[in-house]
């Protein structure tokens, strides 16, 4: 018993050390403040003519049942994505602030550790939730036709969004413990697996309970559509079509009175099943979870010298040192660019490939086939390339280094920011080409979005002071782009060609607010170092 209640408690430190060190950031403020907008502009106001939720053309009543439902159903699909990237740096923290290997040194024993952060990440998620669940009622107050009904609210986002906040928050920290996944790889990995994760439910999804994809339906799509489609074929007498999400209504039509779900062992029994999906990823977790050894966290160098990346690397890295990119005349700010571009191919010799490999798709396949698969797969590998360049002097401690060099710290955010557009040039140079031969404006769109992902970068990465939030936003961006391919506001880089003058000078726009921030993000950093 003794031994037990121990156990608990090492894991309960942890765990809420984990969420107290998070809510401590500033990253987190960040998140509150934009969960009280998205809130706001979640649920529109009626006098727009737009509504939350629409059944055969007839707007879903604002009453507690309807606003839980449809705002749950997009806070899962968020989470689902945005949770990832904010829980999936617990282990490399402890890495980075020697602190795992003080812990590695105690009694704390492997699974404990993994628990206690597992637990804290999905605490931490909660409390995001919760804060976003009050800001949904307070709309509904304002907005609203019935009363609030808080426990409405819980029941529904317990339902659905509890399980994502358990499989995430274990997926993350698989991901994290699984070293080929650790890195930007993984990033992108996820974006697929959420992809996959949210689309194959909604593919397969039939009104019988019985059917898997409802048991395994960690974001709740199966769900959904059986909730609502209970009470709607009832009410209309047809097959229903539902739509969430801020859309335009009929005002001549009758509102159409959602009850709420129809709470039943299978539907329970669904739900608890897609959550129990977070334990092969643990115990995937507990298996690969290296514990600090530094043996087994890097690779030896007869290793390093045998595998793939080696091989491509160390080429690349003795021509680099044959070119001295760092002696390279020109003004200082030239010569820092040029830096920037050299130390991403030394440390990052796959990217060269990837230049080589867009080139070369671009100048052999057909424009329709440039527009539709090369130019998206080029902005998800300049996702990869581009999120680490603002962050990587922190990580590799060499600031203090830098800073103490005159010149330096005022070009260094100019410099990240101009090789982040040469980099994300380099890669879209042929396919620019043959895209301007037969659309020139499309052409310029392209120019644009290169410089929107290379300015939100590097203003993202400074600002938050990791990777993951840009890669976050751009991945959850690609995916709305992809999905709305004859939206002209979304068409931010002209792959789809229904971009107007307007669209263009709004990311452009966009695109220097960004590079705004990551100047200030860079004086942010200079003063509190001072």
Not at 82 to 91: E, I, R, W
Not at 117 to 139: C, E, H, Q
Request: aromatic share 8%; glycine share 6%; charged share 15%.
């Amino acid at each position: 018993m003794a031994e037990r209640d121990s156990t608990l408690r090492r894991i309960c430190i942890i765990a809420g050390t984990d969420v107290r060190m998070r809510i401590a950031r500033g990253s987190t403020v960040v998140v509150l403040v934009a969960l009280c907008i998205f809130a706001y502009v979640l649920v529109p106001d009626l006098s727009t003519g737009r509504a939350l939720m629409q059944v055969n053309g007839h707007r879903a009543l604002y009453n507690s049942a309807t606003i839980a439902l449809a705002t749950s159903s997009l806070c899962a699909v968020m989470l689902g994505l945005a949770g990832f990237y904010l829980t999936s740096n617990t282990v490399r923290r402890d890495v980075e602030s020697r602190t795992g290997y003080v812990i590695a040194s105690t009694r704390v024993r492997s699974f404990e550790y993994l628990a206690g952060k597992m637990l804290g990440s999905a605490a931490f998620l909660a409390l995001v939730v919760l804060v976003y669940v009050l800001n949904v009622m307070a709309m509904q107050l304002l907005r609203g036709e019935a009363r609030v009904e808080p426990l409405t609210y819980a029941a529904m986002f317990l339902a659905i969004v509890g399980p994502v906040i358990i499989v995430v928050s274990a997926i993350a920290l698989m991901f994290e413990c699984v070293r080929p996944l650790s890195g930007r790889i993984g990033d992108i990995l996820y974006f697929f697996l959420w992809a996959f994760m949210l689309s194959a439910p909604a593919a397969t999804v039939v009104r019988n309970r019985s059917d898997g994809a409802s048991r395994y339906d960690v974001f709740a799509i199966a769900f959904i559509i059986n909730a609502a489609n209970d009470q709607a074929i009832s009410d209309f007498h047809a097959r229903p079509e539902v739509s969430i999400g801020s859309s335009r209504f009929d005002p001549t039509q009758s509102p159409w009175r959602f009850r709420g779900v129809r709470w039943s062992a299978p539907v329970i029994l669904a739900r608890v099943t897609s959550a129990m999906l977070a334990f092969p990823a643990l115990l995937i977790a507990w298996l690969a979870f290296a514990r600090f050894d530094p043996s087994r966290m890097k690779e030896g160098a007869g290793s390093s010298r045998t595998s793939v990346r080696a091989r491509v690397g160390v080429p690349m890295q003795r021509m680099l040192r044959m070119l001295r990119p760092a002696s390279w005349g020109g003004p200082g700010l030239l010569r820092a660019t040029l830096g920037e571009i050299a130390l991403t191919l030394m440390l990052r010799p796959a990217v060269f490939l990837a230049v080589i490999a867009a080139a070369v798709a671009g100048a052999l396949v057909p424009v329709a086939t440039v527009r539709t698969a090369v130019i998206p797969i080029i902005f998800v590998a300049l996702i990869a390339t581009l999120a680490e360049i603002p962050t990587r002097d922190q990580v590799a401690r060499v600031d203090g280094i830098r800073n103490g060099i005159v010149g330096v710290r005022a070009s260094s955010v100019y410099a990240k920011l101009l090789a982040s557009l040469g980099i994300a040039l380099a890669f879209r140079l042929v396919p620019l080409v043959r895209v301007a031969i037969s659309a020139p404006a499309d052409a310029l769109s392209l120019l644009i979005g290169g410089w929107l992902f290379a300015a939100a970068g590097v203003g993202l990465g400074l600002l938050s002071r990791t990777p993951k939030l840009f890669a976050s936003v751009a991945l959850l961006f690609l995916y709305v782009v992809i999905s709305s391919a004859h939206a002209p506001e979304f068409d931010f880089a002209g792959w789809n060609g229904t971009a107007d003058n307007g669209v263009r000078a709004a990311y452009f726009l966009t695109a220097m607010i960004f590079a705004a921030l990551a100047a200030l993000g860079n004086w942010r950093a200079s003063h509190a170092e001072r």
